[in-house]
């Protein structure tokens, strides 16, 4: 019992306050919090407090006018780069936003650093790629079709890597069917731009895929260099097999990919893009099974009715032989009937008409209109006799007296028709001249005289 008044140290009721967290548990909780939030990051600042160990390890702080934020790049990530950056640099900076829990420091664990703005690399990435648009490399229309279902796949890229196994994992789930043919090719280094490059060759030689799938997993700007050299990319271009560049993660965009007849963001998605899915076709061929099948299943039933029906109709041939021939021998008495009864009928009809003939004979017809005939042409001899008489008269009668006023009954009675050297009728005196030569017609011949004098005033 404690005589001094101290509380004791267990107390009498349970402890009702919050579950207090460790240190540990603190900092271990706030770094899986950082790392799921911030997955990929991108950074610019001024680099500040660099330090480079025996370990290789880089350590320094990334600053800007306000804030600074610690940042670590290890020795596989910063062996990568071509020169080593120096205090004060602007630079840019990809990494991985963590906690250090050991010290509860945050801090970027640094993938990729390179100077800011326009980087020397980007810069290259950006003149080829103009230069290459340009010449219309990226054009749709010169992009080739990827077979839906290839027959044989070609594959550019390391035998080691990441790549090749995702592709092989992903083409043996989806259509283990398809043969697939490694061209082994280094994808990064200085050697990896001639070997991408004769790869390409070879399988295009080789003749035997029908689409080739060129690329690599991720990794930095650097790593992937060799899908941005000029001639990796007119390797692709001019390749007579449809090509799919599949390099590098999502994120990551090469010239390679651009020239290429088709993009896949990883190699798995590749391989996903160019093999068929055998479970689809297995549910189609299932499908497809079913609806034979129960297609068969009508189509027997259906069968099997009209067989049963047509079972049901089928009579004995002898007894439908006997059936026809006792209508035969129906028919065959129904039409004697017809034709003797039609021929009594066509014997009657003939003596009723040969009746009717005998007692309209023509012959009277034909000796009444003959003698009417022998009158009407002796009526029509003495009216043509009579009507050629009057017209004799008449003409007798008109020739009279035209003769009466015909200019040859006047020349007769000694007058003349005189006519000038032009064979115009000389009408007035004054129409001729002293020395004229006229013509004149007289009642019987002609005259031909010379005017030797002209009196106009008719005396």
Not at 116 to 139: M, P, R, T, V, W
Not at 327 to 350: F, G
Request: net charge positive; with cysteine.
């Amino acid at each position: 019992m404690n005589n001094h008044g101290a509380r004791p140290l267990i107390p009498p009721y349970p402890d009702s306050r919050p579950r207090a967290l460790s240190v540990s548990e603190l900092n271990h909780q706030a770094r899986h919090l950082l790392e799921t939030s911030f997955i990929q990051v991108w950074v610019e600042g001024e680099l500040s407090g660099f330090s480079r160990p025996s370990s290789g390890h880089w350590y320094f702080s990334l600053k800007d006018q306000k804030c600074q934020v610690r940042c670590a790049m290890f020795r596989g990530a910063n062996q990568r780069l071509r020169t080593l950056p120096r205090e004060g640099d602007q630079i840019r900076i990809r990494g991985k936003v963590t906690l250090y829990e050991n010290r509860g420091d945050y801090q970027i664990i640094v993938e990729h650093l390179e100077p800011a703005g326009l980087g020397e690399l980007q810069q290259a990435f950006e003149a080829l790629k103009l230069k290459l648009q340009s010449e219309g490399l990226f054009d749709p229309a010169r992009k080739k079709a990827i077979p839906a279902t290839p027959r044989h796949i070609g594959v550019v890229t390391s035998p080691t890597g990441a790549a090749i196994h995702d592709i092989l994992t992903v083409l043996a789930r989806r259509c283990p069917a398809i043969p697939v043919t490694l061209y082994p090719t280094a994808v990064q280094g200085q050697a990896a731009t001639a070997d991408i490059v004769n790869a390409i060759q070879r399988a295009q030689q080789h003749g035997v895929a029908d689409v080739l799938i060129i690329g690599r997993g991720g990794g930095s700007l650097e790593d992937l260099w060799c899908f941005n050299e000029e001639a990796v990319a007119r390797a692709i271009a001019s390749c007579s097999i449809p090509t799919v560049s599949a390099v590098g993660h999502e994120v990551d965009v090469t010239i390679a990919d651009f020239v290429a007849d088709l993009r896949a963001p990883t190699p798995s998605a590749a391989a996903e893009k160019v093999s068929p899915d055998q479970n689809h076709w297995l549910r189609r061929l299932n499908e497809q099974e079913l609806r034979l099948s129960q297609a068969a299943r009508r189509l027997t039933q259906r069968l099997h009715t009209q067989l049963g029906h047509l079972s049901a109709r089928l009579r004995d041939p002898r007894r439908e032989l006997q059936e026809k021939a006792q209508r035969m021998d129906e028919l065959d008495v129904r039409l004697n009937k017809a034709i003797a009864q039609r021929l009594t009928q066509t014997r009657v009809k003939t003596d009723h008409l040969t009746q009717r003939l005998a007692t309209q004979s023509p012959r009277r017809t034909l000796i009444a209109a003959r003698d009417q005939v022998t009158r009407l042409h002796e009526r029509l001899e003495m009216a043509t006799r009579h009507y050629l008489k009057q017209q004799q008269e008449r003409y007798q009668y008109n020739a009279q007296a035209l003769h009466v006023v015909s200019p040859l009954a006047t020349l007769g009675r000694g007058y003349a028709i005189v006519r000038d050297e032009q064979n115009q009728i000389v009408r007035d005196a004054s129409q001729l001249g002293e020395g004229a030569a006229i013509t004149a017609r007289l009642g019987h011949g002609s005259v031909t005289a010379k005017v030797t004098e002209i009196n106009s005033n008719g005396d």
